[in-house]
């Protein structure tokens, strides 16, 4: 189901620790628009003078799928702990559903943070990059993308070369 065929403003809202924004966290969002997702990802979304609990309230009860990126940083931070109970209300209430992705942590480390966390199936950044979780993730928000086009094509889609190829065309 599309964000048109739901009402909602996003496909999927990206809950994460700042400090992990760097290494793994931009590069996933990137790789998410890139491949035609619509993203709620506080540098995509916050202007300047924008309340930011407003925002970030909008964004969870405005996206269909919470992607929870969690590591120690995220763990340890009251802020992600507050988006992440935003994001159980929605899903007990049938509004969303939570996609974890585990980042720098190893399960029992998610157990003792989150045992019904722990129990679902996650991606992990230890074996795949950011742009494979990328994949992984818009196959469940938005199967209708994932299914139309080849990997490669997808592929293309995040490095650039697709974009480049259309510039190259038209001018």
Do not use: C
């Amino acid at each position: 189901m599309t964000i048109a065929e739901t009402g909602a403003t996003w496909d999927a809202f990206i809950s994460h620790a700042s400090e992990d924004k760097e290494g793994f966290v931009r590069p996933l969002a990137e790789a998410l628009v890139s491949l035609g997702a619509s993203i709620w990802y506080d540098e995509f979304t916050l202007r300047l003078g924008d309340s930011l609990s407003e925002s970030i309230d909008k964004g969870l009860a405005q996206s269909r799928f919470g992607v929870v990126v969690i590591s120690p940083d995220f763990m340890n931070k009251a802020w992600t702990k507050h988006e992440l109970r935003g994001l159980w209300t929605r899903e007990i209430s049938g509004r969303g559903h939570i996609l974890p992705v585990w980042h720098n942590v190893q399960k029992d480390a998610v157990e003792a943070f989150s045992p019904t966390l722990a129990d679902r199936v996650a991606v992990s950044t230890a074996s795949r990059s950011a742009v494979d979780i990328a994949l992984a993730i818009l196959a469940e928000i938005r199967p209708d993308l994932h299914a139309a086009h080849s990997r490669a094509e997808l592929l293309r889609r995040v490095d650039g070369s697709a974009l480049a190829e259309l510039e190259e065309e038209v001018g």
